[in-house]
């Protein structure tokens, strides 16, 4: 198994550009993650799907972000327009969820390391 | 809500050292617990889980037991390498509250140093 696929793995842009982060969940799983983590602030959760359905996308910063998961092999996470506090390591992380089952292991990707300029 | 505390860091020891990393939480439901390790330069991995009270999680010389009497899933290894030099997180899902989400703690970073 080829685990959680991100790409890029390295990014650099300028303050006002679009950036598109991508994910390639494990074949299987029915729940995907997106999570930021920064030295200020840890990790911290942005959104997640279940069957490629957003649950929960409080943890989105603003306007300027979106996530998208089309089909069940595939999400992006979007930030237009970036700006230089967006630099972090963003995580893709993929589950699967059975229905009153009390454990869930993520599996994290290699993350994609965004500096914003 | 979930909520997930351990301790500070950095953890600085020598090689061999007896280690331990306290981690407290707070759940609505019946968590299960986990310890996530991340090496330089790399995403999450899995190290241990518990999913009931009592059960111990062990992996790679680390041990930790779910303790409910006092909320706690304390990480330990008797004799630390360099190579275990990283930092660690402790997690809970919490299911029975309808909720697949993982809870994180701030992290606490190792340092093993020969």
């Known amino acids: 198994d080829a685990g959680v696929i991100q790409s890029p793995r390295h990014e650099v842009t300028e303050m006002g550009q679009e950036v598109t982060l991508r994910c390639k969940p494990i074949?299987?799983?029915?729940?995907l993650f997106w999570y930021r983590q920064t030295m200020m602030r840890g990790l911290e959760l942005l959104i997640y799907f279940n069957n490629n359905v957003p649950i929960d996308d409080s943890g989105m910063p603003e306007d300027r972000f979106s996530a998208k998961m089309p089909n069940a092999s595939f999400s992006t996470l979007k930030i237009q327009p970036s700006e230089p506090r967006d630099s972090a390591v963003y995580f893709c992380?993929?589950?699967?969820?059975?229905?009153?089952?009390?454990?869930?292991?993520?599996?994290f990707g290699p993350g994609t390391r965004l500096t914003v300029l | 809500g979930n909520s997930v505390t351990q301790m500070e860091g950095p953890v600085t020891l020598s090689e061999e050292a007896f280690l331990t990393i306290n981690c407290t939480y707070t759940a609505t439901g019946y968590p299960s617990l986990f310890w996530y390790v991340q090496y330089p330069g790399e995403g999450l991995q899995l190290l241990l889980k518990?999913?009931?009270?009592?059960d111990k999680g062990s992996n790679k010389g680390f041990e930790a037991t779910y303790r409910k009497e006092t909320t706690s899933f304390h990480l330990e290894k008797g004799s630390v390498q360099v190579s275990d030099s990283a930092v660690y997180f402790c997690?809970?899902?919490?299911?029975?509250?309808?909720?697949?989400?993982?809870?994180f703690g701030k992290g606490t970073k190792l340092s093993v140093i020969p």
């Open positions: 074949s299987g799983h029915d729940y």
């Open positions: 992380a993929s589950s699967f969820g059975t229905s009153g089952s009390n454990y869930n292991e993520q599996f």
């Open positions: 518990a999913t009931k009270a009592d």
């Open positions: 997690a809970l899902s919490d299911s029975g509250a309808g909720s697949y989400q993982l809870t």
